[in-house]
């Protein structure tokens, strides 16, 4: 069974930084897209950042030039750097995994608990 684990969630002021970070646990082949989302109150959630193919980098408009996402796939975890926080990025965010299994299962949509970011003075 894969799991996931975030981490670094907190609050920091305008301006400032937080990393973030996802463990999966269990047993994985391949990981073929690993990201972040984010959901604020009210809204819906909404792709931050993901990595297709261990290379392919995508962003939201919103967070470009300021949030990197890597991955280090030999721990299957992947990281967000956030910069320049705004209070707008505050939100709980949520690490999402789709994978392939050892036994050639397709993994879809797994999803972490979230960690909760609050971007305030």
């Known amino acids: 069974q894969v799991q996931l684990v975030e981490s670094g969630g907190g609050l920091v002021q305008p301006g400032g930084s937080l990393g973030l970070s996802c463990v999966a646990s269990?047993?994985?082949?391949?990981?073929?897209?690993m990201g972040w989302y984010r959901q604020a109150p009210g809204r819906e959630r909404e792709l931050v950042a993901r990595i297709r193919m261990g290379v392919i980098e995508e962003y939201a408009d919103s967070v470009k030039g300021r949030f990197t996402i890597s991955l280090d796939a030999a721990k299957n975890t992947v990281f967000l750097q956030m910069n320049s926080l705004k209070p707008e990025d505050t939100a709980v965010y949520y690490c999402k995994l789709d994978a392939t299994l050892p036994w050639g299962t397709v993994l879809r949509g797994t999803w972490g608990p979230g960690t909760q970011v609050t971007v305030s003075s």
């Open positions: 269990g047993s994985i082949r391949t990981i073929d897209a």
